[in-house]
């Protein structure tokens, strides 16, 4: 039996997985130029006044679970291409976009919070995704808050999700989707306060679902997706689903460098075919 013991991330064509930035950075390097992208969104964001989502916004560790210290631990300490070779060109080329990755706590402790494309959707039908999207000319600076306010305001429009309820915690560096073009932004969160979530837009999303982390870190529950052009990643079955791509590549690495993973048999394969 093999185990998981480095990255095997690919997307539809291509897989992503992310890795964490500073949680917290301090003004003193604000500039963008001397940190890392994320780093310079989670600065911008973490020198704001205030909570609110609708305005001001925030990005802090304080008051986090004990469970998700190890979370916020990687996000100090995770270089970028220590998780994924698919990063954002030099050139700035790509659509900015960002997802929401937020964790929170039910009734079988930690869990995380995803959703189901509608199967009408011209890309990506009917695949579990993190909520998000691309940014909008109101999210703002797409180099420091931009991508944290396109994060919460795509899991409102798509799964009716209270963005006051959330504590913003981490960014992860910006990754690159070359078959879409996209240069998405990761937005850890704490889903400090839940609300009621559900499908907004039958034609947009079919199912919003939670996954305890325990059945992500489940070996029965893990399996290596292999499409038709020989890309092959991380996958999950878990909640009647098959999670992979850029989502499963997210979650991978994230209970990697967490240190939740357990070994699992990445011989153990799921086909997909060119639909997919």
């Not at 992310?18 to 949680?23: L, S």
């Not at 802090?60 to 220590?82: C, H, K, N, S």
């Not at 504590?167 to 996209?182: A, D, N």
């Amino acid at each position: 039996m093999k185990t998981h013991e480095q990255s095997t991330q690919s997307t539809h064509e291509q897989s992503a997985a992310a890795a964490a930035a500073p949680a917290a950075v301090s003004p003193a390097v604000l500039n963008p130029a001397a940190v890392s992208p994320a780093a310079a969104v989670a600065a911008a964001a973490a020198t704001t006044a205030g909570a609110g989502h609708d305005g001001a916004i925030t990005v802090t560790t304080e008051g986090l679970p004990d469970w998700l210290d190890p979370v916020a631990r990687a996000a100090r300490t995770i270089e970028p291409d220590q998780l994924s070779r698919f990063l954002p060109p030099e050139s700035g080329a790509g659509r900015q976009s960002a997802v929401l990755v937020l964790f929170g706590e039910g009734e079988r402790g930690p869990e995380l919070l995803l959703m189901e494309r509608s199967g009408s959707l011209r890309s990506h039908a009917g695949q579990p995704s993190f909520p998000g999207g691309a940014l909008d000319p109101g999210d703002g600076d797409q180099a420091t808050t931009g991508p944290l306010r396109a994060a919460l305001r795509e899991a409102r429009e798509e799964t009716g999700l209270d963005p006051r309820g959330v504590q913003l915690f981490g960014v992860l560096p910006r990754l690159y989707i070359p078959v879409s073009g996209f240069v998405v932004t990761p937005v850890l969160g704490w889903w400090r306060s839940p609300s009621p979530v559900g499908v907004v837009d039958p034609g947009e999303t079919a199912r919003v679902f939670t996954v305890p982390v325990a059945d992500l870190t489940d070996p029965a529950n893990r399996a290596t997706a292999v499409h038709p052009s020989g890309h092959r990643g991380p996958a999950f079955l878990v909640e009647s689903a098959l999670v992979w791509g850029f989502t499963a590549g997210v979650i991978d690495r994230i209970l990697h460098f967490a240190g939740w993973e357990r070994p699992w048999d990445t011989a153990k394969q799921v086909p997909l075919d060119w639909r997919a």
